[in-house]
């Protein structure tokens, strides 16, 4: 348990286990401040869960959430929407994607694509502002 921990960089690996990053989560009760860094590289990864509860840190704690690397795989978006309809203190969030391999025109498509899928999501904070870079 890292029970003064308030913030979190957390790089993920080539082979990405969402249930042990909901597991550290569950173990960061004060947790204000998560900075995910998702692989540069093409990677593999489990199916995202849903928690079956709200993660302590996540209900009430969480102020600031970036996503470094995100390429709006299926497991990456929930995993964000699931920050940003449970967190009640979230002020921001931060998207930073990667498009690789295409043009100008198709990347700011996709990019405005996954900020508008990203700002459908529910928001438990009336506060939350939501940003892609």
Same mark, same amino acid.
């Given at each position: 348990m890292f029970r003064n921990l308030i913030h979190l960089d957390l790089l993920l690996g080539l082979n990405i286990q969402w249930h042990s990053?909901?597991?550290?989560?569950?173990? %960061?009760?004060?947790?204000?401040?998560?900075?995910?860094?998702?692989?540069?590289?093409?990677?593999? #990864?489990?199916?995202?869960? %849903?928690? =079956?509860?709200?993660? =302590? #840190?996540?209900?009430s704690e969480i102020k600031r959430c970036n996503i470094f690397n995100y390429t709006g795989r299926k497991s990456e978006l929930q995993f964000a929407k699931y920050i940003m309809k449970h967190s009640r203190s979230l002020q921001t969030m931060t998207i930073h994607s990667i498009t690789i391999g295409l043009n100008y025109s198709s990347s700011r498509r996709k990019k405005l694509e996954m900020l508008q899928e990203l700002a459908m999501c529910p928001k438990s904070s009336p506060n939350c502002k939501l940003f892609l870079k």
């Amino acid at each position: 348990m890292f029970r003064n921990l308030i913030h979190l960089d957390l790089l993920l690996g080539l082979n990405i286990q969402w249930h042990s990053v909901i597991e550290m989560l569950n173990h %960061c009760p004060k947790l204000e401040i998560i900075m995910v860094h998702m692989p540069a590289e093409p990677y593999f #990864c489990t199916n995202w869960i %849903c928690p =079956q509860f709200g993660l =302590q #840190c996540v209900v009430s704690e969480i102020k600031r959430c970036n996503i470094f690397n995100y390429t709006g795989r299926k497991s990456e978006l929930q995993f964000a929407k699931y920050i940003m309809k449970h967190s009640r203190s979230l002020q921001t969030m931060t998207i930073h994607s990667i498009t690789i391999g295409l043009n100008y025109s198709s990347s700011r498509r996709k990019k405005l694509e996954m900020l508008q899928e990203l700002a459908m999501c529910p928001k438990s904070s009336p506060n939350c502002k939501l940003f892609l870079k």
